[in-house]
C-alpha cells in the first residue's frame, strides 16, 4: 500500500464529503483524500476513484495512483481555480483556448455518458495552470443517458458573458448531443 509511504502529510482542505491532505510519494506531490467522517454520503470516494480511472484515459482528472474503501491518492493538481485565471489572465487568446478546452473535456463526459455535476459552478472544481486543464470532485458523478455537461458549462459561460448565447444552438445540442452541434456551440465562444 502506498498510503503508508507517503511523507510530509498536510492538511489542505475540507469538503462536504471528503478531506484533502497532501504528501510526497517518491519524490512527487500527491493529495490524498478521504471521506470526511461527518459526511453521511456512503461510498463517495469509492465512485470518484472509479470514475478518475476511467477519466485518467482522457487526460480529465487527476492521475490515481490508488485507492481505497475510503481514500484515493492522486498526483497533487496545481493552477488557479477556473475564476481566479479568468480574472488574472489578461490575453483574451488564452482565455477562449482554456474555455474551449474545458468545454473538449465536457464533451467527453457527455459522450461517456458521464454527468459530473457542478458545471453551472465550476468555482473550485477546475484547475487552470496554461495551457492544462484539470477537474478535480467526481465523488457525485454518475452514469446517464441525458448528461448535460456542456449544456451546464454553457450557462456557466453565458452568465458570464464569455459565450454568445444563442438558445437554439444550445437546445439543438440538448436534444441531439452530435459533434456538429457540439461544434457550433464552441463557434460561440467569444
Known amino acids: 500500500m502506498q498510503i503508508s509511504k507517503i511523507k510530509d502529510k498536510k492538511y489542505l482542505a475540507k469538503g462536504k464529503?471528503?478531506?484533502?491532505?497532501?504528501?510526497?510519494?517518491?519524490?512527487e506531490k500527491v493529495s490524498i483524500k478521504k471521506k470526511n467522517p461527518d459526511s453521511e454520503a456512503i461510498d463517495r470516494i469509492k465512485n470518484e476513484a472509479k470514475f478518475l480511472k476511467i477519466l485518467n484515459k482522457y487526460d480529465i482528472g487527476p492521475k490515481v495512483i490508488e485507492s481505497g474503501k475510503d481514500y484515493i491518492i492522486y498526483i497533487y493538481v496545481e493552477g488557479d481555480f477556473l475564476p481566479e485565471f479568468l480574472k488574472k489572465e489578461k490575453s483574451e487568446l488564452k482565455k477562449k483556448k482554456i474555455l474551449i478546452s474545458i468545454l473538449k473535456k465536457a464533451?467527453?463526459?457527455?459522450?461517456?455518458?458521464?454527468?459530473?455535476?457542478?458545471?453551472?459552478?465550476?468555482?473550485?472544481?477546475?484547475?487552470?495552470?496554461y495551457p492544462k486543464v484539470k477537474m478535480i470532485d467526481f465523488e457525485r458523478s454518475?452514469?446517464?443517458?441525458?448528461?448535460?455537461?456542456?449544456?451546464?458549462?454553457?450557462?456557466?459561460l453565458i452568465r458570464g458573458k464569455?459565450?454568445?448565447?444563442?438558445?437554439?444552438?444550445?437546445?439543438?445540442?440538448?436534444?441531439n448531443q452530435t459533434e456538429k452541434n457540439f461544434k457550433e456551440i464552441l463557434k460561440l465562444i467569444k
Do not use: M, S
Not at 117 to 126: D, G, N, Q
Open 17 to 27: 464529503r471528503g478531506v484533502i491532505y497532501t504528501g510526497i510519494l517518491k519524490g
Open 142 to 156: 454518475y452514469y446517464t443517458k441525458n448528461p448535460k455537461n456542456v449544456t451546464q458549462f454553457c450557462q456557466f
Open 107 to 129: 464533451r467527453i463526459l457527455d459522450k461517456l455518458k458521464i454527468n459530473k455535476l457542478e458545471f453551472t459552478r465550476p468555482l473550485k472544481h477546475i484547475f487552470v495552470k
Open 162 to 175: 464569455y459565450i454568445k448565447n444563442n438558445l437554439k444552438v444550445f437546445k439543438n445540442y440538448k436534444e
